[in-house]
């Protein structure tokens, strides 16, 4: 028997996870469903462990599952499906996905590059050109229809002293650029870095180009994903800040994994596990006490769209309401705020038709009235983003930091100079 | 035509499946003792769909068995040899729901707790709430009247159908029940109702909405031993009191899921927890609440404690539910029963529990709806060796002669499906299971759908 890590044989078949699985929700096929990828798991790992082919029925089920960790979430006995799919993912051979993502991603080069490609999208005449493409095969049409979600041309301004932060904490944070965030949303990335120091707190940027290793993990490559986290917790142990901050969903739950990445490594466990323990969301920082009373009144409704790496990995569910709400934004929830939009990663590239079933459904599901949809992951805000301006709709995905900055402190024209 | 091409003619080539793979994952539902061998598994859109199906497979002669959730407990939607899996899962909409007249219009496909969601806006909803409401769906909790925690004031499923579109063996729909309550000669739709599956499948249901209580109170009381614990629930039912929901939980069970997802931190070293909720009028609850708490202090709760906001009660209430699940963290495998007593007698089941734990050395954890007598022993094991299973399924129809011998039945509301066929044979002379299989006969003279259940005689 090959040695596979993550166990499953935990599950006791109950069932309660079906509605909460995305695929299952759109196919209503229990082998798209968690429990029944336990029963494909169990088929696949023993063909890979007498060197048979798996099903490809049995396999392509398996690689259905979005990472969303929606089931995992809702099991009663932490049932870890998608881990277990992530790890199967590296065994199978022949994905070519996995290529497309040692090309972008591989390296700080890569990043770098990777930054630079993704913001040519932000710009108007490619955006027609691309608008055009999207009725090509994949992964081009899938590809290009997804950067037509990319926002207009957000600018990397210089960093910006602060202005008028408040009354300081003394703590120091190490805040982090990301590869897509900093790519399409440098204009977010120096407003959480400025809405960070506007709580009192000190911020050291972590603007090197830099990956969390979730899209190498998600993509069966967990070497690779392990060299991204060995520099990052380096860097952080270097710094001396206290903690290390996010404002993207998907590279948060990536981090407070890293223990568990180097469980089998003596040399790195223990630090993974410090660097883990370190690392917060920014929404896990904002105490409402210290931000300002909002001047505007009566904007118009949000709704919020639960990014599954914020919701089911990290469990934050209430804190970008309370902020929304205390800023003085009404929200109207969604329906199915917290089933997964279908970005998972390079997931829409890899399976367009069920990425493209899934945003359409989330799309679907925006309540009239509201004019935003306020959410937490890069990937989210490119897949809406791409729905709604394919529907035609007057309606934006923004981050909610865009959300919060614009509620309290733009169009001082401060905003304008400092933040782009 | 072959099958398959007519049944791709009916619902289309994405929505009729023959891979081995697929057909392994509908082996069983959530009783994994039994498992089945699929042909196939069709996935129809609507009531039409299900008809033309029905016909096709009645003129063939092929069984069939219909499935939601996949969540009973006795093998429900365990399909037959060779058999069609019916799976409606895509059959979801809420069709309607008419705040006035206070039902709503459903596919069977809805999750229970879905309905309730959905019924939350005009202030209402569905009743009856099966631990499994997160995912079950209404045609299975209709097959198999379901019950759950809040079933001890508010009664079964039965007690909240009206009407319901169902499609016979040979294909036909009938309408069963009516909305204006005017019962017929025969109450067909009763028949229906807790036949799992074994009569016809249910395409549409009309179900009766309640008002959501305008006040409750959830206590946890923790105990010493089981014994007072039974005796505070004694207490409460001899006061007069019918609370919404009254439920234990022993150690092994606490130890359970207090490992799982939803974290209640009940003390270390307890005999037994028990919940109780109360609800309705705010003068009519406080006024029951202190009764309540009073029988709990008189039988020595060494804890007692209102739930402080809705937060905490929705936790006490989902570290309940999801109970059985957490047995995963026990063990690999678990059996539950589902054997009910009369209340009183709570101590005595308890303890020829106990024995039977011990005598075949099995682990057995318990999850009971104190309050009717309705008993869950969880017996645990790991591996899934013949004489291993044998012996479980063996200490399982021994709590269920206890429970017989108490005064009890073998079964509350999880079905007899194929786990309790011989038990339920126990139960009921040869008289009775003639009228119950002339009466499965009438509907289902090729012994069709879902054949195998609740009988011994294999039809």
Excluded at chain 2, 67 to 96: D, K
Aim: proline share 7%; with cysteine.
């Amino acid at each position: 028997m090959k040695d596979f890590q993550v166990d499953t044989s935990m599950c006791v078949h109950c069932g309660l996870c079906l509605p909460s699985c995305p695929t299952y929700q759109v196919t209503g096929s229990e082998s798209e469903s968690p429990r029944g990828r336990v029963v494909l798991l169990d088929a696949v790992r023993e063909a890979l462990s007498s060197g048979r082919t798996p099903d490809p029925t049995a396999w392509g089920a398996l690689d259905h599952c979005l990472d969303c960790r929606a089931c995992e979430a809702v099991c009663p006995a932490h049932v870890p499906v998608g881990h277990a799919v992530e790890e199967l993912r590296g065994l199978v051979p022949g994905r070519p996905s996995l290529l497309l993502n040692a090309a972008a991603l591989g390296s700080p080069s890569g990043v770098r590059r990777f930054r630079r490609w993704v913001r040519v999208a932000t710009r108007p005449g490619v955006r027609r050109i691309l608008r055009a493409g999207t009725s090509l095969p994949a992964p081009w049409g899938p590809m290009l229809s997804l950067a037509g979600g990319a926002p207009t041309s957000q600018s990397a301004p210089s960093q910006e002293a602060c202005r008028e932060s408040g009354e300081g904490l003394g703590v120091t944070v190490r805040f982090f650029w990301g590869c897509v965030m900093e790519g399409l949303y440098a204009r977010t990335n120096r407003r959480s870095a400025e809405l960070l120091r506007r709580l009192g707190y000190v911020v050291q940027m972590e603007d090197a180009p830099l990956c969390c290793g979730a899209l190498a993990r998600h993509q069966g490559d967990p070497e690779g994903a392990r060299r991204w986290a060995r520099s990052i917790i380096a860097r952080f142990e270097e710094s001396g800040a206290a903690f290390f901050v996010t404002n993207a969903a998907g590279c948060g739950a990536a981090f407070k994994e890293y223990g568990a990445w180097f469980r089998e490594d003596p040399e790195w466990a223990e630090r993974a596990r410090a660097f883990a323990g370190r690392v917060r969301d920014l929404l896990e920082l904002v105490d409402l006490k210290r931000l300002p009373v909002p001047r505007r009144t009566a904007p118009d409704p949000v709704t919020v769209h639960d990014a599954c790496h914020l919701v089911h990995a990290q469990g934050i569910r209430d804190p970008v309401r309370a902020i929304l709400q205390r800023v003085g934004i009404p929200v109207v929830e969604m329906v199915e705020a917290d089933l997964c939009c279908g970005s998972a990663g390079i997931y829409n590239l890899s399976h367009p038709e069920m990425a493209r079933a899934l945003r359409d459904r989330k799309v679907g599901g925006i309540p009239p009235g509201v004019t935003r949809v306020v959410t937490s992951n890069p990937g989210c805000l490119l897949q809406i983003q791409s729905g709604l301006r394919e529907r035609g709709l007057l309606v934006d995905a923004v981050h909610w930091v865009d959300v919060v900055y614009d509620a309290l402190w733009s169009g001082k024209g401060e905003d304008r100079a400092a933040l782009g | 035509m072959r099958l398959w091409d007519e049944l791709i003619r009916i619902v289309g080539p994405r929505f009729v499946s023959r891979e081995d793979a697929v057909l392994s994952t509908y082996r069983t539902d959530a009783f994994t003792l039994h498992d089945g061998d699929p042909a196939l598994v069709v996935w129809p859109r609507d009531a039409g769909e299900v008809a033309a199906v029905m016909r096709l497979l009645y003129a063939r002669g092929v069984p069939l068995v219909a499935r939601g959730g996949g969540t009973s407990l006795s093998g429900g939607a365990v399909p037959p040899t060779a058999g069609v899996v019916l799976h409606l899962s895509r059959m979801n909409r809420i069709v309607h729901i008419d705040p006035i007249r206070r039902l709503a219009e459903v596919e069977p496909g809805v999750v229970n707790q879905h309905l309730s969601r959905a019924a939350h806006p005009f202030g209402l909803y569905y009743a009856p709430d099966p631990s499994s409401q997160q995912a079950c769906t209404l045609g299975g909790n209709l097959a198999e009247n379901a019950g759950g925690p809040h079933c001890l004031k508010y009664g079964v499923t039965v007690n909240h159908v009206l009407q319901a579109d169902v499609v016979l063996p040979d294909g036909t729909p009938v309408r069963m029940g009516s909305l204006t309550a005017a019962p017929g000669a025969l109450d067909e739709l009763g028949a229906l109702i807790g036949s799992e599956g074994t009569l016809g499948v249910i395409v549409r249901a009309w179900v009766t909405l309640l008002p959501i209580p305008p006040a409750h109170i959830t206590f946890m009381g923790i105990f010493d031993t089981v014994d007072d614990a039974s005796r505070a629930v004694s207490a409460v039912i001899a006061a007069g009191i019918v609370p919404a929901a009254l439920e234990m939980m022993d150690p092994l069970a606490v130890t359970a899921v207090e490992r799982g997802r939803y974290r209640v931190g009940y003390p270390e070293s307890l005999g037994a927890v028990l919940l109780a909720e109360v609800d309705g009028e705010s003068g009519r609850v406080s006024e029951e609440a202190h009764l309540v708490e009073d029988a709990f202090r008189r039988h020595s709760a060494r804890l007692l404690r209102r739930a402080e906001s809705e937060a905490e009660r929705d936790l006490w209430w989902a570290n309940r539910k999801t109970a059985f699940g957490a047995m995963g963290l026990l063990a690999r495998h678990y059996y539950v029963q589902d054997g009910v007593i009369p209340q009183s007698r709570l101590p005595d089941a308890l303890s020829a529990i106990a024995a039977v734990s011990r005598a075949y050395a099995l682990p057995i954890a318990n999850v009971f709806h104190a309050g009717d007598g309705n008993l869950h022993p969880l017996l645990l094991y790991d591996d899934q060796k013949p004489d291993t299973v044998r012996r479980v399924v063996q200490a399982g129809h021994e709590i269920l002669s206890a429970c017989l011998a108490l005064g009890g039945s073998v079964s509350g509301e999880h079905g007899i499906g194929i786990e309790k066929r011989e038990d339920l044979a126990r139960q009921y002379t040869p008289a009775e299971l003639r009228m119950q299989r002339a009466l499965k006969d009438a509907f289902d003279p090729r012994g069709l759908i879902n054949p195998g259940k609740i009988f011994l005689d294999g039809r």
